[in-house]
C-alpha cells in the first residue's frame, strides 16, 4: 500500500493509522493508546469542536497536563480547521487570561481544577464561547466524553500554508507574543529532526519538557512522523523522571540544561544507555561539566546539542561525533533549512566575525499574531544571493553568533534585554508587571545575569510605594503569588531613591545591570 503523503500536521497520526494501526503511539498515566486508538481519538474530538461551532482558524487553547486528552485536543483542533493554542500548565491565571484574550480563543479545553483558578478571569475573555472539561463538568460546560461523541461534522477545507498553531514566547518588552505556525512548519520541522536524530517506529520518546514548547511539541511530531511512541510524562523529582526512563524502556530525550543539571546529581539504574540512544539539550547552552557527567553516566548514548527559536521551530544541531571537537559549538544548521551570519547592513560575516544568526526555509514561521510591527523587525526579506529571483522573508534572531572557518557556529549573546533562564525566555517587563500588582512598589526594574547552571538568574531592583519599610522576602512572596517558579527573581534589592532614568524617561535597565555587573 502506498503510504499516505503528510501535508498536515494530523496527517501525521492518520498516515501511521493506516500503516501500523497497532503500534503504540502515546502513553500516560492511564495506559497506552495504540495508532488506531489515537486517530479514532483525534477524529471524534474533531466532531466535537466542529459541533460547538469551530469555525476555520478559530482559536482553541489546551491548559492541561501532559495527559493524553491534551494531544488529542491539539490534533483534533488542527484536523477540524482551527488553531491549537497549547498553554503552559505552569503559568498563573493572569497569563493565561492573556493569552485567551489576545488570540480571541473561542473554545478553552482544561481540567475543572484549573477551570476553578479561572473563575474571575473568564469573563474577562468575550471572544471564549465553550469550556470543555477533562472531569466532572459545571454548569455552563461541556464535558469530554459528551464532545467526543458528537455526531459526524465535515471538517473545513485546510492546505499546508493556513495557520496550525500559536506558540507563545515572551518578548523582549511586554506580554508573551504569539508566534504563528503553518501546518507546513510543524510538518516539515517534524521530518526534519526525526532525520538527523535517526527517529525510527522502534523509539519510545519521553514527553519531559511542557508541550506549550516548540521542544516539548516536537516530542510529538517527531514521533508521530516516525511512527514511534511518545510517553507523556509530569514528574515531580528527577528521580521520578529516571524511573520512568528505566521502566519505559526509553530510547530518546529531549531536555533544558537546568534539568540535565538536576539529572546528573541522581543516581541512574545500570544499564539504561542499553536502550536510551540519545539525549538531546534545548533551551540554552549546556555547562560543559553537565555534558561530561552525562556522558559518563550514559557512555552508550548520543548527545545532540541543538540550539532553536520559536520563530524558526529548530535551526542548528551539532553532531554526535563533534562533541568532543567543539562541546561548545550549536553545530551547523538542520536538513531542509540554511543559517546565515550577517551583519547590521545584511552582508555576510567573515569567519570567526560575531553577527546576527539569521535563519531561512520553511521552518520560518509566519510571525507574531497581531503584531504587526514585531513581525516586520524580525520578519525581513533576505538580500537576494546569486540565482534567487525573489525576496524571501528570514528570521532575524537577534541572537549574536560567530560562525568558524569550518563552518560550525558558536552563541555569543543576545542583542534585546530578553533573559534566557531554566530554558524559558522570560519578558523582564512581564516580571515587573507582576511585581507592580502587589501594590507594594512604586517602580521596579529586572534583567538577566549570566549563570553557570541556568543561563542567566533574574535580579530585580524595587522602590517601595509609600513609607512603609519593605523586605524583599516580603517581596518575593508577592511574586510567589503571580509568577511560576521560573520568573522568580534570585535576587531582590531595595533601593530608597528613585531608578536610573534615559534621555526618554524611561528606567535604565543598562545602567542598572552594568551597576551590579
Known sequence: ???????????????????????????????????????????????????????RGGRVAIWLDKRCESVIAMFGTARAGGVLVPVNPLLKPAQVEHILRDCNVRILVTAPERHALLAETLSACPDLRHVVLTGTASAGTTPWNELLQAAPQVAHRVIDS?????????????????????????????????????????????????????????QLSTAFHSGARVVLHNYLLPQDLIKVMAREQITGLTAVPPLYMQLVQQRWPEGLDAHLRYFANTGGRMPLATLQQLRATLPRSKPYLMYGLTEAFRSTYLPPEQVDARPDSIGRAIPNAEVRVLRPDGSECAADEPGELVHRGPLVSMGYWNDAEMTAQ?????????????????????????????????FIGRKDEMIKTSGYRVSPTEIEEAVHASGLIAECCAWGVADENLGQRIHLVAVPAGTDALSADTLLQACRNRLPAYMLPARIEIRSSPLPRNANGKIDRRVLAAEKS
Not at 495504540?34 to 479514532?40: F, P, Q
Not at 498553531?165 to 529532526?193: D, E, Q, W
Open 162 to 218: 493556513d495557520l496550525a498553531a500559536i506558540f507563545y514566547t515572551s518578548g523582549s518588552t511586554g506580554r508573551p507574543k504569539g508566534v504563528m505556525l503553518s501546518h507546513r512548519n510543524l510538518v516539515t520541522g517534524a521530518a526534519s529532526v526525526a532525520s538527523y536524530l535517526d527517529n525510527h517506529a522502534g523509539d519510545s520518546l519521553i514527553a519531559a519538557l511542557p508541550l506549550s514548547f516548540d521542544a516539548g511539541f516536537s
Open 378 to 410: 524580525r520578519f525581513k526579506p533576505l538580500p537576494r544571493q546569486p540565482g534567487q529571483t525573489l525576496d524571501e522573508i528570514a528570521v532575524f534572531s537577534g541572537d549574536t553568533v560567530r560562525r568558524d572557518a569550518e563552518g560550525y557556529l558558536y
Open 1 to 55: 500500500m502506498k503510504p499516505m503523503p503528510c501535508f498536515l500536521l494530523d496527517h501525521l497520526v492518520a498516515r501511521q493509522a493506516a500503516a501500523t494501526p497497532a503500534a503504540a503511539a502515546l502513553s500516560d498515566a492511564q495506559g497506552t493508546l495504540d495508532y488506531a486508538a489515537l486517530e479514532a481519538a483525534i477524529s471524534a474530538c474533531t466532531h466535537g469542536l466542529l459541533g460547538l461551532g469551530l469555525q
